[in-house]
T-cell receptor
């Protein structure tokens, strides 16, 4: 069975602090895709990143970075120098053959950035 | 540069009425997906469609729910005889081709059943 676990229900930090959101996944497939989406208070879902299982390079995009570790089945997301506008719910998701490539979602982590 | 469009953004229905949710995919996208998000929860897959075909409806409730993606026009998610438990946010996503590709989401329709 496939599963995505985001153990942190809610994180609260003060602006400018760094924060890491954890994501642990389970799948038997050797080929799979991992995603992060952001859901701000306005409710829409914003795509952040897609990573396939054969590419373990870490990725950096501005203040955002992602650490993919196959050995621990984790795909963690770090925001550096957080800003109030980063406040949102962040979802990690998995797509693999075992689920007909439908997105399997974590429960989300609510990130609160205090000014 | 229109993204995925959904309407209405908010829909209020009384128990027993029908709800029709519409989704227009991004230009050039031929694959549409519907998800449901209950309050304080992640999204749950409902159905995957291509033009005129339902590819995977494994997440659809067996009764009262149906979806279509006609040759012309938007994809429609239809909920008949709505009940309070249908209150949720319904998101549509689209992708250009293969199912492994990134899905881009619309703003969602918030359905409230009174």
């Amino acid at each position: 069975a496939q599963k995505v676990t985001q153990a942190q229900t809610e994180i609260s930090v003060v602006e400018k602090e760094d924060v890491t959101l954890d994501c642990v996944y389970e799948t038997r497939d050797t080929t799979y895709y991992l995603f992060w989406y952001k859901q701000p208070p306005s409710g829409e879902l914003v795509f952040l990143i897609r990573r396939n299982s054969f590419d373990e390079q870490n990725e950096i995009s501005g203040r955002y970075s992602w650490n993919f570790q196959k050995s621990t089945s984790s795909f963690n997301f770090t925001i550096t120098a957080s800003q109030v506008v980063d406040s949102a719910v962040y979802f990690c998701a998995l797509s693999a053959l075992d689920s007909n490539y439908q997105l399997i979602w974590g429960a989300g982590t609510k990130l609160i950035i205090k000014p | 540069n229109a993204g995925v469009m959904q309407n209405p953004r908010h829909l209020v229905r009384r128990r027993g009425q029908e709800a029709r949710l519409r989704c227009s995919p991004m230009k050039g996208h031929s694959h549409v997906y519907w998800y449901r998000q209950l309050p304080e929860e992640g999204l749950k897959f409902m159905v995957y469609l291509q033009k005129e075909n339902i590819i995977d409806e494994s997440g659809m409730p067996k009764e009262r729910f149906s979806a279509e993606f006609p040759k012309e026009g938007p994809s429609i998610l239809r909920i008949q005889q709505v009940v309070r438990g249908d209150s949720a946010a319904y998101f549509c996503a689209s992708s250009p081709g293969r199912i492994q590709e990134t899905q881009y989401f619309g703003p969602g329709t918030r359905l409230l059943v009174l």
